[in-house]
Every structure is written in C-alpha cells, then in structure tokens.
C-alpha cells in the first residue's frame, strides 16, 4: 500500500520562546516514524515533515539562552497541516508587531485547514482571534491576563488540555506527549498513537480528559447541537440521559439528533456510547489498579459481568487479560 506524504507541521520559533517545548515537541513527533519503521533512524521512514519557522531566517534567542535557527520563513510556509505555538516566558498583554505577523500567519493557515497546537501558548492564539468563544487551556499564571484583557475565550487553566476539533491547547510541557499523541491519532491513527504513548508518556490525564481527548476524532464536524450533545456524553458518561433528554437539552427531536448524529460520526447514539466506554475502560485497565467493578461503573455498564462481556467481544479477551497484557508490553519496551 502506497505511504502517505509526511504530516507538514511548523514550528514557531517566537521570541523569548521556551527552547525545551520546541525540541520536545519536535523530537516526540520524529519518534512516530521510528514506530512505524521499526528502526531507529528518524530519516527513515518519518511521518511528520517539521520546519522551524521565523519571521526571518535570523536565529532566535530562547528566554534561557538557547539559540534556534529558523529552517523556513513564514512566508515560505504558506502550506501547513500542523502549526505548533510554544509558550513564551513573560509574554506581554499587548499585541506586538511581532506578535501580529505571527498572529495574521496562524489565522491564514487555520482558515485553510490547519491543525493548531498550542504548548501553553495561548496567549498569542488569543491575541490573533482563534481562541474567541472558545475553551481553552494554559498557563495558570496568565489566568488574570485572560479575564481582563481576553474575556471572550472561556480559559481554564486547571485543564490539562483542550482538544476543540482543529485547536488543541495544553497548559504546560507536561502534556505534550499526550498533545503529539494526539496529532499522531489524527494524521496517522489510532494504533500508532496508543504505541507511541506507551513509549513516551510518564504521566496520564485523568479519565475525563482522556475521554474528551480521543473523542475529538469524532466531533469533526461542524454541527453545533450534535457537538452539545457530546459534550453531555462525555461528562455523563457513567450514566448517559436517554435520547429524549438528551435531544430535549440541544433543542433537537429525537429522530433530528439521531439522523445528524449519523451524519456526522456515523455511529447511532448507542453505538457512540459503547466506543467511548471501551475506549475508557482500556484507558483505566492500562493506567490503573482500580477493581474491575470500580472501572465497570466508572464507564456506565450495570455490572462487572456485563462489562466483561462487552470488553471481551471487542477485543477477544477480558479485561484482566488485557491488563495483564499492556502490562507486559510496557516491561518489555521500558
């Protein structure tokens, strides 16, 4: 089967950026390809095409010193499928021309299709309008910045990401693997993005925000009250309101919101559900000791029974067979 192109993610090397969030994020996304090969070499088989970008060729001094050259141009890089924003160390509340150019760049690419992710730079994301009666995530530090000068983006920095259809943001480099993971599920697949976190991920998000990060991948698309609806899901996933109730509380029939819950993720409610239960519950197994009927209720199921029933028929084994297994597989990649 023939490869895809490299995913083409620019860099932004912005002033007084932190020079560990650029590289960090840059080596973690190099690391897909090695997955995908098998073999070390980052030039091999790399699924992610990535440039540092300046406003100018100039290098770039980080605030701790680090200097960074800049591999392409803004206005070389006129084709993007990724922009990455990292944060910058005492960013300024007003806009400078610096930060415009900057600003104008990522609202070009991201009206013509681009992915934005912001490692705990939001401030410049907020400063170019994409963040405009949004959610997003941050630096807890700039929370007051954001009520007084950005009242228009929900911030919510006690999240540790925010994964809204094309703008994915995070409130520091702790998430960033969970971040590129992300980006990987996206332009190469699930598979690939769960091995890569095996490999990468120190720490886990809770399970609410687990849940939320890979249900993006199904809430592309641009239907407001079906995207309400998930977002009612995701928070009720333990006891999910009947359709009745949940069409009632998006303003929609029950045969509306079930026709344009097709549409847009091709799944009927029930079929949503029991996706985004599996996919919690593999996410406990691997990243927890908690009981089987802790996990059972913690994803909506009635019973540990009926949850082994459920796990097993989708994976061909039962959860504490599986969680022995990702087990194992995690001691032999260490």
């Known amino acids: 089967m023939k490869r895809q192109p490299p995913t083409r993610v620019a860099i932004l090397l912005l002033p007084r950026h932190w020079a560990g969030s650029v590289l960090l994020a840059r080596e973690l996304l190099q690391i897909a ?12 088989e790399p699924l992610f095409d990535i440039m540092l970008a300046g406003l100018d060729r100039a290098p770039v001094a980080s605030f701790g010193g680090p200097t960074l050259v800049p591999e392409a141009t803004l206005d070389e890089l006129t084709q993007v ?11 300024q509340a007003e806009t400078s021309p610096e930060d415009a150019r900057f600003a104008a760049w990522l609202r070009a690419r991201h009206a013509e299709g681009a992915v934005v992710l912001s490692l705990a730079g939001s401030l410049l994301l ?23 000068r950005f009242p228009r983006v929900r ?11 094309d703008i994915i943001t995070v409130c520091g480099i702790g998430p960033t693997p969970d971040a590129c ?5 996206r332009f190469h697949g699930a598979d690939l993005a769960r091995r890569f976190l095996r490999h990468t991920s120190t720490e886990t998000l809770p399970a609410n925000e687990h849940t939320a990060l890979w249900n993006a991948r199904y809430k592309r698309h641009g239907d407001a ?39 847009a993720t091709g799944m009927s409610l029930r079929r949503y559900v ?28 009635g019973s540990a029974a009926s949850f082994c029933r459920a796990f097993a028929a989708q994976h061909a084994l039962g959860p504490a067979a599986y969680r022995r297994s990702t087990s194992t597989t995690a001691r032999k990649s260490r």
Do not use: N
């Open 33 to 44: 390809g090695t997955l995908r090969s098998g073999r070390p070499d980052v030039g091999v």
């Open 81 to 91: 499928d990724v922009a990455i924003v990292p944060a910058q160390f005492a960013p």
């Open 126 to 148: 907020a400063k170019s309008g994409l963040l405009d009666r949004r959610d997003a995530t941050g630096l807890l530090s700039e929370r007051a910045l954001f009520r007084d």
């Open 155 to 165: 911030y919510l920095p006690t999240r540790r990401i925010v994964a809204a259809d």
């Open 181 to 185: 993971a992300h980006l990987i599920e």
């Open 225 to 263: 009250p079906v995207l309400a609806m998930q977002e009612i899901v995701e928070r009720e996933l333990h006891e999910v309101p009947p359709l009745a109730h949940l069409a009632a509380r998006v303003g929609l029939s029950e045969r509306t919101l079930s026709r344009r819950l097709l549409a």
């Open 274 to 301: 029991a996706a985004l239960r599996l996919e919690r519950a593999e996410f406990l197994l691997r990243s927890t000791d908690m009981p089987l009927i802790h996990v059972a209720q913690d994803c909506g199921w």
